[in-house]
Each structure stands twice: as structure tokens, then as C-alpha cells.
């Protein structure tokens, strides 16, 4: 059985001080001399001492923890997001707690209920459902402050995300000067409450005088190069058949290139293949992809922004703002 955790009551002992100047001088206070400090420091690191961060927030009513729920983990592009958002929140001296839903809103509320037991100052989401967020909006309201790191129009949250919508748009209106006439839409984020691609995709379809007919939207079973490549078999079974497939991330549309690549299907000459995020895998595969940038940096460093402005200056927040960052195109050889 390990020995207890070192307490202030030990560091006093140990170092011969009251435990209001051990308490003084691990909280870095000037009133005390410089040598005092040092003793007592000593003694700390000597006894393994850690400071109680719950005891800590709950005398404080700051924990200067965020919590930070993802969707996930293997995604790149939420990895790179995840990365960013612990830089900033540490930079800043906040600690993050991190959990991951797996797509279900069932675990993303048993994370955001153990983020609120442990008194988390802000929490940052992408959530797993967008038809599905009553549990993230009663966090926000109980006075815990929450920021949305996608877009879900009227949630009465702040937001903070890319532009999914204008995104897609651009990418479909590249496909049609490029004189495609047919297209199909791997869609991985319908099964979610996410339509803002499709919703996109249609808008430069009607406004090239395309026909609604032209464009075919399919949903995968998942998001990963696998779904990406078993879907093909529907695309090219379609009539007419599309010479332009875009995927809403670049792992499914990897997929489709590992199908065509496979079946003599030459890209761009024969399909052309589009995908979204413009992750590092998508610019080293046998043909490199053209996608749309997803600035997860510039996102998590505005969302950081937001939450710790909400967390500082409760008073100046004036309700929910919503802001989205203009995408752009990635243009390389499979278009």
C-alpha cells in the first residue's frame, strides 16, 4: 500500500513554518521572504506534494480547468484542434479535462456531467448530434459558460466554427466551371443533424442552372476510408453516372480514390474526387487531393479566446455570437 499524500500540514512539519506560510508561499505570495519560499518549496518537492485542485476550486469557485469534448479522437483534424486548444488553455494557465463522445450523445453527456461535478470552469464542444444538444444548452444555462465549436444555427450558444455551408459551395461551384453536369455528395454528416455540405452543394448547383436532379447525395455508415470505398459501388451504379464525387472529409474521399485506383478508374480524368478538411494525409496520396481547409488552429484559438472572455468578464457578455470562418480551396490534382 503506497504512504498518504503529502499534506500542508506535513510541509509545516517538515519545514518548521505554520501551515498559513506554507499555504502563503506554495501560492507564490511576496509577504513572504525570498529564503522562507525556498525552504518551503524545498520541502514540498522533497514530499511529492501536490496541491488539491477540487479542495482548491471549491474555496475559490475557479478550477481554472476546461472541459473539452470531442467527437473523434482518431479524426485528424479534431486531434489538431484538441492540440491547439490545450496550447492556448495552458498558455493562459487552464488546464483542460478532455473526453471523447465516439459520435454518442448518451457519453457526451455523462462528459459533460462529470466536467461540471469537478466544478470545470467553461467547456468547449463539438457536439455528437446537433438535433441532440438540451443537455449542453442546460450547462451554459446553470451558469457554466459553453461555446460550440460547430455550427448549430439557433442553439443560443456561442459559436465558434468554419463555414461548412459556404465551404461545400465553393467546392461545388470549382466542380461545375470545371464542366462537371453530374454529381454525387458522400455525405458522412447527415446521420448527425449535420446538412450544411448538402445545403451548400445544392445552393451551386441552382445557381450554375443546374438541375436538382444532377446532384445525388449519399450517407456512408461511418466517416472512414472504408465507408468512403464501399460506397462507390453505388455511385457508379448510378445513371447517369457522376464524373465528380465529394466527400465531407478527406478520409472518406481517400477511400474513393483507393476504389478508383483499384477499378481503373482514372481521377480526374475519368471522376473527379473532392474532399473536406485538407488533413496532411490528403496531400501525399497517389494523386494529391484538392479539398477545403478546415482552419482548425484559427478555431481553437478563437474558441479558446471566447470561453476565457465569457470566464473573466461574465458581466460584458451580451448573449450569444456566432461566428464562422470563411473556408478556402485547396487546389492539387484530383479535379
Not at 300 to 316: E, N
Amino acid at each position: 500500500m503506497g504512504r498518504p499524500r503529502a499534506t500542508l500540514k506535513d510541509i509545516a512539519e517538515a519545514a518548521g513554518f505554520s501551515l498559513n506560510t506554507v499555504s502563503l508561499a506554495l501560492r507564490g505570495s511576496p509577504r513572504l521572504p525570498e529564503k522562507t519560499r525556498e525552504v518551503i518549496l524545498k520541502e514540498a518537492r522533497r514530499l511529492n506534494y501536490y496541491p488539491n485542485r477540487i479542495a482548491r476550486s471549491l474555496a475559490s469557485s475557479a478550477s481554472k480547468t476546461i472541459g473539452l469534448v470531442v467527437t473523434d479522437v482518431t479524426n485528424p483534424t479534431l486531434t489538431m484542434a484538441a492540440h491547439t486548444i490545450e496550447r492556448e488553455l495552458s498558455e493562459a494557465g487552464y488546464a483542460v479535462m478532455f473526453a471523447t463522445s465516439g459520435g454518442r450523445t448518451a457519453n457526451e453527456k455523462r462528459a459533460i456531467e462529470l466536467f461540471l461535478s469537478y466544478l470545470v470552469d467553461g467547456i468547449l464542444v463539438y457536439p455528437a448530434d446537433r438535433k441532440q444538444i438540451d443537455h449542453i444548452q442546460a450547462a451554459d444555462a446553470a451558469g457554466t459558460p459553453v461555446v460550440l465549436l460547430v455550427d448549430v444555427p439557433d442553439s443560443g450558444l456561442d459559436v465558434v466554427s468554419i463555414d461548412l455551408r459556404a465551404g461545400a459551395f465553393r467546392a461545388f461551384e470549382l466542380l461545375c466551371e470545371a464542366g462537371h453536369r453530374q454529381f454525387a455528395l458522400l455525405d458522412g454528416g447527415l446521420k448527425v443533424g449535420n446538412t450544411d455540405k448538402s445545403q451548400g452543394a445544392m445552393e451551386a448547383i441552382r445557381q450554375a442552372g443546374l438541375s436538382p436532379d444532377s446532384l445525388t447525395v449519399l450517407a456512408p455508415d461511418g466517416q472512414s476510408a472504408a465507408s468512403g470505398y464501399a460506397m462507390m459501388e453505388k455511385v457508379m451504379a448510378l445513371d447517369p453516372r457522376p464524373t465528380a464525387v465529394f466527400a465531407t472529409n478527406d478520409i472518406l474521399a481517400l477511400g474513393v480514390l483507393h476504389w478508383c485506383r483499384e477499378n481503373g478508374v482514372a481521377v480526374p480524368e475519368d471522376m473527379a474526387v473532392m474532399g473536406y478538411d485538407n488533413t496532411e494525409v490528403s496531400a501525399y496520396g497517389a494523386v494529391p487531393l484538392t479539398t477545403v481547409n478546415y482552419a482548425a488552429d484559427e478555431i481553437s484559438r478563437l474558441g479558446v479566446g471566447r470561453i476565457l472572455s465569457r470566464i473573466r468578464c461574465p458581466d460584458s457578455w451580451n448573449g450569444p455570437e456566432r461566428q464562422l470562418i470563411m473556408p478556402e480551396l485547396v487546389l492539387r490534382g484530383s479535379v
